[in-house]
């Protein structure tokens, strides 16, 4: 009887997987497929891939679509969808942190404020745009200028403090990109 159950549940599964590409398609045949893999980093091939239920993405990936697209993570997934689980929408996601080092000073002070949009991962020929960045290291979030050098295919990542040499990496996953200092009057 327990054996019976179990197939039952997992049939029941494997059919909420395969109309979860069901919705994929849809989704992906309604929004730009270009846009989609400018806005996500997932290339066209791959969104194909999941509409045509050849794989399936992992939940972060899964995630990250239906915010782009505008539904909830739960009709997604499972088609289900009710008031207490409203759809996912592309909202301001602009954050705060406070500086924990003086390595962006004199330009960010020690213990200064700053916002930051969250940024996507990008694909790996794709690079990130010069600016200055909220990534992490061991002592938690910190903020560094970051600046690609095509001669040597790295990233030089760097404070405006003098005291704190330059890095050079070939590879960064910022948690987002700063848009403001914010200042107490």
Request: glycine share 4%; net charge positive.
């Amino acid at each position: 009887m327990t054996n019976n159950h179990t197939k039952t549940k997992q049939h029941l599964a494997n059919q909420s997987i395969k109309s979860m590409g069901k919705r994929l398609a849809l989704i992906i045949k309604k929004e730009k497929v270009y846009q989609l893999t400018v806005t996500t980093g997932i290339s066209i091939n791959m969104l194909y891939h999941y509409a045509n239920q050849k794989g399936y993405p992992a939940l972060p990936k899964l995630a990250l679509i239906a915010q782009e697209c505008g539904v909830s993570l739960a009709w997604l997934f499972s088609g289900e969808q009710d008031e207490s689980t409203p759809p996912i929408t592309t909202q301001c996601n602009t954050l705060r942190l406070t500086v924990i080092d003086d390595a962006m000073a004199p330009t960010i002070p020690l213990q200064m404020d700053i916002e930051y949009q969250l940024v996507k991962p990008v694909q790996k020929k794709k690079r990130f745009s010069d600016g200055v960045y909220v990534l992490t290291n061991q002592q938690g979030f910190i903020v560094r200028r970051v600046q690609w050098v095509e001669a040597e295919d790295a990233y030089c990542v760097f404070g405006d403090n003098p005291h704190y040499p330059p890095q050079r990496v070939k590879e960064i996953a910022p948690i987002g990109k700063v848009t403001a200092i914010v200042q107490s009057l």
